[in-house]
């Protein structure tokens, strides 16, 4: 996936909507209606931001007239997903290892003060 | 198999609007210890390189105003990096920059933050920001490569240790 489709569906799945709409679609395809209905928003905001995961190629449609069926492309969210993890992962191993080490470190530096020390002025 | 006393998440975080990357992550230890882990190169030789790279310090000159440079060794192929230190607070806070020297325009600015969470833990946030969008997502590939790689066997003979 090119560096600018990955940006795309970042920002795309920023917004808390259109995150809830692909977790939905995660079930099963669902019309544009369909998708509307549990949000206070009116059909043609949902289709903005159907427009806006289409774009990101996470959601496509089928060119059928007034019944649309709006799938997720699990493949690309699949994709971004594991580029994502796989950072995480390798965070994660670097930051095991430090554990590792921190726990052969002797304890001789200096002990950080305790956060209240009001009183004792 | 899991011999640690507690396992921590790692937990990465993206902005829609910022082209940062944080990463969150709870030690069990002081402030103070995993500060000098990050400052003392003879530690960090030991811990910020992936597995399958010898890592090598050139200078690692870790106070306000310092910099320093070190070399990943991977089958014969030697990679360089580079930057300054910009602010460093004992036990508090390191801001950095960070060049990878095959892409010697592109710089990250590096803000390590060690919040003292008491019992002698420690959460590190370290937050890189880059200055495009593309440049977070190549950060963001980047881990796909060592991720294959090194899989998990590894981390389990770290872990067992």
């Given amino acids: 996936m090119p560096a600018d489709q990955l940006s795309q569906v970042f920002s795309a799945l920023a917004d808390p909507i259109r995150r809830d709409i692909v977790a939905r679609l995660a079930v099963g395809d669902a019309t544009v209606n369909a998708l509307a209905e549990p949000y206070d928003v009116t059909v043609q905001a949902v289709s903005k931001h159907l427009k806006v995961l289409e774009d990101a190629g996470l959601v496509s449609r089928t060119r059928e007239a007034q019944r649309r069926p709006v799938h997720l492309e699990a493949e690309v969210f699949d994709l971004m997903t594991k580029w994502i993890e796989r950072y995480r992962r390798q965070a994660e191993e670097r930051y095991r290892r430090l554990d590792d080490l921190l726990r052969t470190l002797p304890d001789d530096t200096e002990p950080t003060p305790p956060p209240q020390t009001g009183a004792h002025r | ?161």
């Fill in chain 2, 1 to 161: 198999m899991n011999t640690t006393p507690s396992t921590h998440q790692t937990e990465i975080t993206s902005d829609p609007d910022v082209p940062l990357v944080r990463i969150t992550r709870d030690f069990d230890a002081p402030p103070a210890k995993v500060f000098r882990a990050h400052t003392d190169p003879e530690l960090v030789v030991q811990w910020l390189g992936p597995r399958s790279t010898e890592m090598r310090v050139e200078h690692y000159d870790c106070r306000t105003g310092g910099s320093y440079r070190y070399l990943h060794t991977s089958d014969g192929n030697e990679f360089g990096f580079h930057g300054c230190f910009h602010e460093v607070r004992p036990s508090e806070l390191i801001v950095q920059t960070f060049t990878f020297e095959g892409e010697p325009d592109g710089v990250a600015l590096e803000k390590l933050e060690f919040e003292d969470l008491g019992d002698g833990r420690t959460r590190l946030v370290a937050t890189s920001l880059v200055d495009s969008f593309e440049d977070r997502d190549a950060m963001l590939a980047s881990g796909m490569e060592h991720g294959v790689r090194e899989g998990y066997e590894r981390l389990d003979e770290l872990l067992a240790g």
